[in-house]
């Protein structure tokens, strides 16, 4: 598979109305719209339909990550607002899992507001209310230049996922323009959201209800979570002329065993979202690097594009995966992907894909071209002209080429 010519851009960068951005979700999670693309025909359903569209024996993936409050405020002395989101871990782990659950201090790399008010010799600090105590939570800068900033707060018995759950603020998207507010706490999470650490929410899971996920499991659909913490990266515009210039975030990602093995066995793979697919597409090519002998899980975002044309298929790579686990007793894969699915790319272990409508010229545009070819101009013609509400709490769709 060549590194493919570069996509053009003009091409996904359709026309999205201010009003058909769904700055709100719905009361009930699965009352939104879901638009079908199968086989080239389009119809609309309600996505609480949505078991009666998957034959059983279909495994479903899903991205368990959960969103944390990862916008931070100080205030300085002359009045002056701090904003500070985190972005990657530095120390001490660059895992996010361990992140967490670390006590005393930490160090982050950081996008910071008004950086330049804030000179390096002064130490930020807020006083918060956790349990009728006060805990003083300080901020200074330890690398200006690489933004990354040191978090330290009084009560050393608590964790940092303790922390920023008294004292952040829900990180919607930007293009919602608007201030989180209480319902954004449980709404901009999925209901299966377990494994802290993402700064923006796998928005295509954002529709399950546990109603759902049950009567999924009754028709037989093999339900499978996976880890993708999703970085704010997801947001990040392609400004490069040519897309494959696209400086890709990299985002951390750990799978359990069940997963592996359920991959070698399966016959008909669905991803729900994005970074779910983006993740069985990266475990395939860590497979490729494991039977060449390499063990790094660090999949580069043209990595795919260099692979020779004729290369195993999905059960010969998971299958060989799985063995390699069970003889090093390995029980979590733990690695990170930048990967990069623009059109050209060959999928190698997604048959669906359930996702909401994307923003024009994203690397999601990009990803959804991929997987459907010129069909998605017919898709997104059809939401738009549906009253389809779009982006991270719109409806949904999905993808059965």
Known sequence: MAIPSAPDLKAINYTLPEAKIAKYPLAQRDESK????????????????????????????????????ARLFFQK????????????????????????ETTGSVVWECMVGNYKKWKDENVLSRSLDYNGQTIELNAKIVDRDKKQIE???????????????????????????????PEDKERYQTVYSKQEGAVA???????????????LQSKGVQLNYL??????????????????????????????????????????VVAVGTTSMRTLESLYWFGIRLMNGNEDFSIQKLEPYEAADLLPTRAEV????????????????SGKTEIFIMPGYHFRVCDGLITNFHQPGSTLMLLVWAFI???????YEHALNNNYRFLSYGDSSILLP
């Open 34 to 69: 879901l638009l079908t693309f199968q086989a080239g025909k389009i119809s609309d359903k309600q996505f609480k339909e949505l078991p009666d569209l998957l034959d059983a024996g279909t495994a479903l993936f899903f991205n368990n990550t959960k969103v944390i409050p």
């Open 77 to 100: 002395d002359t009045g002056a607002q701090i904003e500070i989101f985190l972005l990657n871990p530095v120390s001490p782990t660059h895992i996010i899992s361990l992140m967490m």
């Open 151 to 181: 978090f330290s707060w009084s009560d050393s018995t608590l964790s940092f996922a303790e922390i920023v759950e008294i004292s952040g603020k829900v990180p919607l998207p930007p293009y919602l323009n608007r201030s989180d507010e």
């Open 201 to 215: 929410a796998p928005t295509a899971g954002l529709h399950f209800t546990d109603q759902v996920l049950g009567q």
């Open 227 to 268: 880890t993708l913490h999703v970085s704010a990266g997801t947001f990040q515009p392609i400004k490069a002329s040519d897309a494959r210039e696209h400086n890709m975030h990299s985002e951390q990602v750990e799978v359990n065993i069940e997963t592996i093995r359920l991959l070698s066995q399966t016959q008909k």
């Open 318 to 333: 998971f299958g060989f995966m799985l063995k390699w686990m069970q003889d090093y007793d390995v029980e979590i894969l």
């Open 373 to 379: 070819g010129d069909s998605w101009k017919q898709v």
